[in-house]
């Protein structure tokens, strides 16, 4: 990772405005405190019944029902208006309505693996139709067999669908570990092998769950959509296996302060922004604010 004033260097030989531009929408306009959100909690009940039938055999299982139709399409709207701005998806995270839906995930997940935290890591789509993009290609979310002592999956993805994904809107595909010649003692062995993949068409509001280590991705938006992929994602760990490298745990989610969802979504851009075309000077804001926010961590570990 580069220093903060390695960064800056970098920063400086790009053209002067584009960078100061993104710093004035965010921090001097407040551009995100303009975007409409829902407010308060989803009243939907999300049915676990699935998730408890299949995720222990087959690593993946759906949530049908984690968050309402009516808050669902409120989150694409929240996207849309996000984009209007000029700002990917990721900026969701800036918004406590995009937190809400933890308080019905994270006792489903515990229910299955035990007491977890939320991982700092996470990412948001919104896939117009025509616009010549897919979802991500195939990948796992670990090359390690994370496992518990007791056997059970040490890291969970977590992938929520806002808008309805459908075979032709990019529906996530994943191997079922019992299926994958790839687990446990291959996860990183090329070409994978991706004939056992099951298709996962979701409604909107309803969650899909995997085990990090399974094969998964996005599939493709096929010239038949009429509309977009919206979707977004949470990682949870296990709190049972040794935090997974380079990944931070969010403490206190209800009470992050805004400061700390920006790091939280400059650290994401900075991760995952190039498999998304995030624009450059939105790119070189998170790197910035990442150096700054590397260099006030050591400091403050030093101060202490
Ligand atoms: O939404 C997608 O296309 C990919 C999602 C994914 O692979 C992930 O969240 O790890």
Known sequence: ????????????????????????????????????????????TADPRAALRDFPSEGVATLPALLSPERAAALVKVLDELAARGLPPVFAYALDAFWEPLARLVPVVEGLVGPCEVLADGWAWNIAPGSGKSGWAPHRGTYDPMRQPDGRPGLVNV???????????????????????????????????????????????????????????????????????AAYSFTLQATSVPRLGGFDAIGDIKNMSLIQRLDLIAGQIVRYGMLDEVAAPLLEWAELLTALRASRLAHGAKAG
């Open 159 to 229: 992938w929520i669908a806002l808008s309805d994904v459908t075979l032709d809107t990019a529906c996530m595909h994943v191997v079922p570990l019992s299926k994958d010649p790839g687990y446990p003692h291959a996860l990183a062995r090329q070409p994978f092998d991706t004939s056992h993949a099951k298709a996962y068409p979701l409604p909107p509001g309803d969650a899909l769950f995997w085990d990090a280590c399974s094969l998964h991705w996005g599939g493709p938006m096929t010239p038949a959509a009429t509309h977009a992929r």
């Open 1 to 44: 990772m580069r220093t903060v004033v390695e960064t800056f260097e970098t920063i400086m030989s790009y053209p002067p405005t584009s960078l100061r531009e993104v710093m004035h929408l965010l921090e001097r306009e407040h551009v995100l405190d303009t975007i409409a959100q829902p407010e308060g909690a989803d009243t939907t």
